[in-house]
């Protein structure tokens, strides 16, 4: 059975002292009533290693945001995976729009992180999705399926287990429009056929395929509901304790 998960990305917010205050908020709201769903909350560097601590005996799971792309050495300003690893923290988010177009990460280098993290013993969420103009070109199965095969399609089906996807339409992420659960599932149902096309039925049904993008605590229901769509990997309503709690609360 795939894994229900509600992730957030905090993305460059909240200072070390505002991060251990919502993640104590959310421990402590979610101590009291418990998620039906897996709970992951993904924070800057600086955050890792005492939220992972905060966190330890309770349903929150950490992830980072990014790792290096080499293994150690002389790369001033960059942190391995198996520093995240040393943490305490789960999990990564990998090959997020931001940072592919931002930070200019292209798939090979992708991939060389997706390696290095599993190796490292983290789990990924990696992150595909298209732009409006490829939208509106119908082309989101082919981007979607190129990214999959750029960074991760090489895995092994024991190192498949350990990747999470989030399907995020560059269009719908931090600008309020969200895709509709239509819209959403039909390409949740595509990114799972490719999976099957490589990985077999059965694994690619114990994928969990996320959906991010503008995700609020009044479309998460919807969306949820769909059949291929496992929760959501979310930003901007992930860092307000109550909001974020609202989604997870999707899966009552
Ligand atoms: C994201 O960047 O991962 C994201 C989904 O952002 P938002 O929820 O703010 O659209």
Same mark, same amino acid.
């Given at each position: 059975?795939?894994?229900k998960?509600v992730?957030?990305?905090?993305?460059?917010?909240k200072?070390?002292?505002?991060g251990?205050a919502?993640?104590?908020e959310?421990?402590n709201?979610?101590?009291?009533?418990?998620?039906n769903c897996?709970?992951?909350i993904?924070t800057?560097f600086?955050h890792?290693?005492?939220?992972?601590e905060?966190?330890?005996?309770?349903?929150?799971a950490?992830s980072?945001?990014?790792?290096a792309?080499?293994?150690?050495g002389?790369?001033?300003?960059?942190v391995?995976?198996?520093?995240?690893?040393?943490t305490?923290?789960?999990y990564v988010?990998?090959?997020?729009?931001?940072?592919?177009?931002?930070?200019n990460?292209?798939p090979?280098?992708?991939k060389?992180?997706?390696?290095?993290?599993?190796?490292?013993g983290?789990? &990924?969420?990696?992150c595909? /999705?298209e732009?409006? #103009?490829?939208?509106e070109?119908?082309?989101q199965?082919?981007? %979607? +399926? *190129?990214?999959?095969e750029?960074?991760?399609f090489?895995?092994?089906?024991e190192?498949?287990?350990n990747?999470?996807?989030?399907?995020?339409?560059?269009?719908?992420?931090?600008?309020?429009k969200?895709?509709?659960?239509?819209?959403?599932e039909?390409?949740?149902?595509?990114?799972?056929k490719? &999976?099957?096309?490589?990985y /077999?039925a059965?694994? #690619?049904d114990?994928t969990?395929?996320?959906?991010?993008?503008? %995700? +609020? *605590?009044?479309?998460?229901p919807?969306?949820?509901?769909?059949?291929?769509?496992?929760?959501g990997l979310i930003?901007?309503?992930?860092?307000?304790?109550p909001?974020?709690?609202g989604?997870i609360d999707?899966?009552?």
């Open positions: 059975m795939r894994k998960i992730a957030g990305n905090w993305k460059m917010n200072t070390l002292q505002e251990v919502l993640a104590t959310l421990k709201i979610l101590a009291v009533e418990k998620p897996e709970v992951i993904g800057p600086i890792l290693a005492t939220l992972s905060l966190l330890k005996d309770s349903v929150i950490v980072a945001e990014n790792c792309n080499k293994e150690s002389a790369y001033t300003g960059e391995s995976a198996a520093m995240v690893k040393s305490g923290a789960e988010i990998l090959g997020h729009s931001e940072r592919r177009e931002y930070y990460e292209t090979e280098i992708l060389e992180k997706v390696d290095l993290a599993l190796a490292n983290l789990k &990924v969420i990696f595909i /999705g732009s409006l #103009a490829e939208r070109a119908n082309k199965e082919a981007v %979607c +399926k *190129a990214e999959l750029g960074s991760v090489h895995l092994s089906a190192q498949w287990k990747i999470v996807i989030a399907y995020e339409p560059i269009w719908a992420i931090g600008t309020g969200t895709a509709t659960a239509e819209q959403a039909e390409i949740h149902a595509y990114i799972r490719c &999976v099957a096309d490589v /077999g059965q694994a #690619a114990d969990s395929i996320l959906y991010g993008g503008s %995700c +609020k *605590a009044s479309n998460a919807e969306l949820f509901g769909k059949p291929d769509i496992d929760g930003g901007g309503a992930s860092l307000k304790a909001d974020f709690k989604i999707a899966w009552k």
